[in-house]
């Protein structure tokens, strides 16, 4: 359990803290996050309106759906490792003008334009949620560098990023993928496939039954979160920026069987897309710097390619391993 208010403080307080920040995404990958500031209100907004949305009929959200143009919006057939998950999702992002309308020419960024219910009671509640956890995400970046022992810059992502708010409802796994259930088994109806996030770190809130899990020394370990808490993982882009000091967890869901849905909220935080993805030295003078790991390549390429994967099965997924000396 990390605490937010440490991380803000400063002294031995803040030392010891940034520690165990170093030790939980070395070994875990995963963190909760206390004392965040985030009110508790807007996270029950949300759940309520993310609730509305996903009970809207189909026709309704189909009008909504997302395609190979535009990222962005309603998929109730969702890949990942090519495999479809039993869950529908809403995906929004990003907006350089939040002002202008969500399909404004100046909001149609690299990976689509937002699309969402015109109920202003489902729209602005979500909307809400994504701007609260922009600039918790890019300040627990900016602990991850220090931890890592790189100079933050958090003026960087403000400026200009291509983060998304991806909203889950899990129900009727068997119903989707017809396998007698064994949680401890790999062909269990899964909510969400194994895999690793992509970008450089994942906020997330739930509620329902816990079903997320981290993979750890060939195990799998269910995630139990405290109340008003966020988890956070660590992402491909971290990892490589670490030179692999920091991992990105492979994690998976559980799938929703019989009548209970379950929903979630994971706030991505991603690069800039022309950003540079290369091992990062360490700020240090005196300590040693390894032989970097990876090759440089950009957030928007390695974006590309494993959007494409999502969106319909076009092969082998791209994984940071691809670009690995």
């Known amino acids: 359990m ?14 010891q803290e940034l520690q165990k920040l170093r030790q939980a995404v070395q070994v875990w990958g995963f963190f909760e996050l206390r004392n965040h500031s985030i009110d508790v209100a807007a996270r029950h907004d949300l759940l309520t309106a993310q609730r509305a949305f996903f009970e809207l009929p189909m026709r309704d959200k189909l009008q909504l759906a997302r395609t190979s143009e535009n990222a962005r ?82 003026d960087a992502l403000r400026r200009q990023h291509t983060s998304f708010l991806r909203l ?19 062909t269990a109806p899964l909510g969400i496939h194994p895999h690793t996030d992509a970008g450089l770190l994942t906020l997330l809130v739930q509620n329902g039954a816990n079903a997320l899990e981290v993979r750890r020394q060939n195990r799998w370990h269910l995630i139990e979160p ?21 991992i990105a967890p492979q994690h998976r869901v559980l799938g929703t069987v019989g009548t209970e849905t379950r929903f979630s909220a994971a706030y991505f935080l991603n690069p800039p897309v022309d950003q540079l993805i290369k091992p990062l030295a360490p700020e240090d003078k005196n300590a040693s710097a390894e032989d970097p790991r990876y090759r440089a390549f950009t957030w928007g390429d390695f974006r590309g390619q494993r959007a494409a994967g999502d969106y319909e099965d076009l092969g082998e997924e791209v994984q940071i391993s691809h670009y690995r000396i």
Do not use: H
């Not at 990390?2 to 030392?15: I, Q």
């Not at 889950?168 to 790999?186: E, I, L, T, W």
């Open 2 to 15: 990390l605490d937010a208010a440490r991380l803000r403080s400063g002294g031995e307080s803040r030392a």
């Open 226 to 246: 405290t109340d008003n808490t966020f988890i956070v993982n660590t992402g491909d882009m971290l990892q490589v920026l670490s030179n692999d000091q920091f």
């Open 168 to 186: 889950n409802a899990y129900s009727d796994a068997r119903g989707r993928n017809p396998v007698k259930p064994n949680r401890q088994s790999a």
């Open 73 to 154: 919006g309603f998929n109730a057939g969702e890949l990942t490792q090519n495999q479809v998950d039993a869950k529908e999702i809403l995906d929004l992002g990003y907006k350089p003008d939040p002002k202008a309308a969500d399909n404004a020419p100046i909001n149609r960024v690299a990976d689509g334009w937002n699309q969402l219910p015109e109920v202003s009671s489902i729209r602005e509640p979500l909307w809400r949620w994504f701007c609260v956890c922009e600039p918790l995400a890019i300040e627990i970046y900016g602990w991850l560098l220090e931890a890592m022992g790189a100079t933050p810059d958090p």
